[in-house]
């Protein structure tokens, strides 16, 4: 399996995009102790499901991008898996796609306690963005909420660029979204196509 760099100057909001849309293959590498392990993180449509979760917005057909009802957030459950031994993929947990947690469940071959466990929290903590308890009180007017964002942003960027060096992220050139290979160098750069990059994916 053919893994590629992200480019060097990668966003949080890329990365966290990239999580989230249900074709995520990757590989994260310990810089310190050269240790590595491959994941997937795919996302499927939650079975009871009525009409009412239904969002208006970008979906993809085909090589097309057109408007349409699609799925909202809420409709979709993640699982992370990590390749085992090299040779065939084992369920780690479930991933919250809100808070970037992971939760263990009965089925799950591994414990937090374990190397492969904790360097997928380690990742995803990197990743996440707490907001307010009351949203409602917290903002009260679009200026406040931009404001938050953008402070979001920054603290995240300084976050980020604290653990980089220590942490080197791999993708299998493969699109996060519909799972086709990559072959234009932006979408290599950023584990994502370019049809799939038009939408307003979660």
């Keep these: 399996m053919q893994m590629v760099n992200f480019k060097k100057d990668i966003g949080i909001g890329d990365l966290r995009r990239f999580v ?45 991008i057109i408007n349409d009802w699609k799925p909202s957030p809420a409709c979709y459950l993640y699982f992370i898996s990590f390749l ?24 799950s071959k591994v414990t937090a306690d374990a190397p492969v466990y904790k360097a997928i929290d380690y990742f995803l903590n990197l990743l996440k963005i707490v907001a307010p308890a009351d949203v409602n009180s917290a903002f009260k007017n679009p ?50 196509g370019p049809i799939c990059r038009t939408g307003d994916w979660y």
């Design 20 to 64: 989230r849309m249900g074709h995520a293959l990757f590989t994260l590498k310990s810089e310190k102790t050269g240790q590595h392990y491959t994941y997937r993180i795919t996302r499927i449509e939650k079975s009871n499901n009525a009409g009412s979760n239904l969002v208006w917005g970008k979906v993809r057909k085909g090589n097309k």
């Design 84 to 107: 085992h031994s090299g040779e065939k993929y084992e369920y780690l947990g479930v991933f919250n796609q809100f808070d970037f947690s992971i939760r263990l469940t009965g089925k």
């Design 143 to 192: 200026e406040d909420y931009e404001k938050w964002a953008q402070g979001c942003d920054d603290f995240l960027a300084r976050k980020y660029q604290e653990y980089a060096p220590y942490l080197t992220i791999y993708h299998a050139n493969k699109c996060c979204c519909c799972g086709r290979e990559l072959t234009e160098p932006e979408s290599v750069e950023l584990g994502i």
